[in-house]
């Protein structure tokens, strides 16, 4: 749907999806490290369409199962137990990326 979506004329969702792609392009930090510092985020807020998002991402950026984990380690205690549904979705896609 971003294509129909900038398609359109409007200046600022355009800049938006901008700023979007380039805060995940390498810089200091990797963009490996940005896509799982995304997939933090997600879990937290508990947004399973980010989460998908962003496992995809990682996994086209090599990030392995092991370095998954840690992430899903920080999620959880930073989000506490509410982030555990989320965890398991995220799993599920995670393990259909390994297949």
Do not use: W
């Amino acid at each position: 749907m971003n294509e129909v979506i900038l398609k359109e004329a409007n200046l600022e969702i355009k800049r938006f999806f901008n700023l979007d792609s380039r805060a995940y392009s390498t810089g200091v930090l990797s963009s490996k490290v940005k896509e799982l510092l995304g997939l933090v985020a997600s879990l937290v807020l508990r947004c399973n369409d980010c989460i998908t998002y962003h496992i995809l991402q990682c996994h086209e950026l090599g990030v392995s199962k092991e370095e998954f984990y840690e992430a899903f380690n920080v999620a959880l205690v930073v989000g506490g137990s509410i982030v555990i549904p989320h965890l398991r979705r995220a799993v599920e896609i995670l393990e259909e990326c390994f297949q």
